[in-house]
Structures are given as structure tokens and as C-alpha cells.
Nanobody
């Protein structure tokens, strides 16, 4: 069982930065690939980024490549999403997800989800 709690969302102007965190409970955190997804109002939830259990491999949606960086600290049971050069279209609720398989996380998230944190980018 893994419980996920996101934090770090907020209101920022276009061009600004935010750093999201996702803290996980459970002793097996280091065995899970992790991902970030987002959902804008009226739209379906979409993949943003993912990281392998070891942190060696990362995956990004084309829309965020070069602007967002995902990392993890297994000693702290936490993953991060550093978001730079934010755009209004990055607005949405950001969720983290966990699954033993990186492929599953990239495809549709996985077994565990957090409650989400709101990110609003003003123009």
C-alpha cells in the first residue's frame, strides 16, 4: 500500500517557476516508478512526466520537454517536478501516481494516486 500526498501548487505568472513535491508513505517506495499527470478544466487527465524506480530514466510529454524536470529522493520517499517557463496552458490539477512498472505509469498512471495540487498560470 502506498499513500501519496502532493504539495507545492499555487498561482504563478507566465514564465515563472514552481516545484511540486509528492511524498509517499510505505517502506517500498523505492520499488515504484512514479509519474505526474495533470487535468485542466473540461479536459481529460494527461501524462506529464515519469521516473523509473531507480531515478535513472525519465520520461516527458512533448509539451513539457525542456521546461519540466522530474526527480526523486528515495531516502525521503519523495518525488519532485520542477516546472520552469510556465505557460497558461500548464494550468490544471497535478496528480502523482505510483506503479511498479514504468511502462504502466507512462501509459495511464498506476495503482496509486494522490489527491492533487492546483497549479494556475496567469497570462
Amino acid at each position: 500500500q502506498v499513500q501519496l500526498v502532493e504539495s507545492g501548487g499555487g498561482l504563478v505568472q507566465a514564465g515563472g517557476s514552481l516545484r511540486l513535491s509528492c511524498a509517499a508513505s510505505g517502506r517500498t517506495f523505492s520499488r515504484y516508478a512514479m509519474g505526474w499527470f495533470r487535468q485542466a478544466p473540461g479536459k481529460e487527465r494527461e501524462f506529464v512526466a515519469a521516473i523509473s524506480w531507480s531515478g535513472d530514466v525519465t520520461y516527458y510529454a512533448d509539451s513539457v520537454k525542456g521546461r519540466f524536470t522530474m526527480s526523486r529522493d528515495n531516502a525521503k520517499n519523495t518525488v519532485y517536478l520542477q516546472m520552469n517557463s510556465l505557460k497558461p496552458e500548464d494550468t490544471g490539477v497535478y496528480y502523482c501516481a505510483a506503479d511498479p512498472s514504468s511502462r504502466t505509469v507512462v501509459a495511464h498512471g498506476g495503482d496509486y494516486w494522490g489527491q492533487g495540487t492546483q497549479v494556475t498560470v496567469s497570462s
